[in-house]
């Protein structure tokens, strides 16, 4: 339509629109369209230009965790069942998928072109995006779309819905009241983020948290928690700002506490000098198959910040205390294990 071209326009630059632009585009029109033709056209420009667009009505699902968009069109949904085809949402041919991609890129402040072929960024309304362009994308324009949980449920929530026992709420509980170290670890989707923030809701309100994140995902509930995110470089490759940065900012701010929503990277030096020089109680999560891995996966991640693996099982002997496992089940996400970390 040749009234959404500005707007249009705006989003592949990679400035989001704001509600109020859509709505003087569709005020112009009035005339045309008529007082419920105005109220509909801009619910559907909101829709396709500020929002999900054809994807609106599965992310409204209860339920939906994830929704991808391969190269050939064809959406895919979890509702915590595993994934599952959506043929009605399929997406008509590979350039269709390519200009929503940078759409939603641009409404999540970011841009997504050939000089910049990846993007990963919050969309209004607490879904995280990721999409990646071909050829990086040999098949085509590949989007992923994450559901954040809008509100922090409490222990004792998560308990009563079987994801773990009283005991082992017992075992959650004496982590924080005892400053333990620990990570949540797991496979994607097994439910880490969730169990941390209802962990870090039992803080007490007197401490302060620190928490570092890629995107700000973790749905606090704590009184005085700081939250940091971390950057990418523009098209020009400048401004990158990285959790490794972001973690040594948040030793200088005063933290009782200090988290790391997914360590995956060059971060963990930081994490370990931080636990091991008074930060008690910090925690994070981390992708691992079994507990049992986990000293191999941190192992890794050190040498990418080049720490010898002497250096980092010293500190590691220091620094993290426990884990506590989740695994996703055909009856629910559960925690398989608290163990302390064995080396």
């Not at 630059?13 to 801009?42: K, M, N």
């Not at 973790?218 to 959790?243: C, F, K, M, S, Y």
């Not at 925690?283 to 000293?295: E, I, K, M, Q, R």
């Not at 496992?325 to 925690?335: A, K, L, Q, S």
Request: charged content about 25%.
């Amino acid at each position: 339509m040749k009234y959404a071209e500005p707007i249009d326009a705006q989003v592949r630059a990679g400035v989001a629109p704001d509600t109020a632009s859509i709505h003087r585009v569709v005020h112009d029109l009035a005339e045309r369209l008529g007082a419920r033709g105005v109220l509909r056209e801009q619910e559907r420009l909101v829709a396709d230009l500020a929002g999900l667009g054809p994807l609106a009505p599965l992310a409204r699902e209860r339920g939906v965790t994830d929704i991808l968009v391969n190269g050939d069109g064809l959406t895919w949904v979890d509702r915590g069942r595993g994934l599952e085809r959506e043929p009605v949402h399929d997406f008509a041919g590979a350039e269709m998928v390519r200009r929503f991609a940078v759409r939603l890129a641009g409404i999540a402040g970011r841009r997504l072109d050939d000089s910049q072929p990846w993007v990963d960024g919050l969309l209004p309304g607490g879904v995280r995006l990721h999409a990646i362009l071909p050829p990086l994308a040999s098949d085509g324009t590949c989007i992923s779309l994450r559901m954040l949980r809008r509100g922090s449920l409490r222990l004792a929530d998560l308990e009563a819905v079987g994801m773990f026992t009283a005991e082992q709420g017992d075992q959650l509980r004496a982590l924080i009241v005892q400053k333990s170290a620990f990570v949540v670890t797991g496979g994607t989707g097994a439910g880490k983020t969730t169990l941390l923030a209802a962990l870090l809701a039992e803080v007490d309100p007197s401490e302060r948290i620190l928490v570092v994140e890629d995107v700000l995902e973790i749905p606090l509930d704590h009184p005085h928690a700081v939250r940091l995110q971390a950057r990418p470089a523009n098209v020009e490759g400048h401004g990158l700002v990285t959790l490794v940065d972001l973690v040594r900012q948040a030793l200088r701010m005063r933290p009782d506490r200090v988290v790391v929503g997914e360590v995956r990277g060059a971060e963990v030096r930081e994490l370990l000098l931080a636990l091991n020089t008074g930060h008690e109680g910090g925690c994070g999560t981390l992708h691992a198959n079994s507990p049992a891995d986990v000293p191999a996966r941190i192992e890794a991640l050190g040498a990418l910040a080049g720490m010898t693996r002497d250096a980092v099982r010293a500190q590691m002997a220091t620094a993290l205390h426990s884990v506590v496992h989740i695994v996703r089940r055909p009856t629910g996400r559960v925690v398989a294990s608290i163990e302390p970390l064995r080396l």
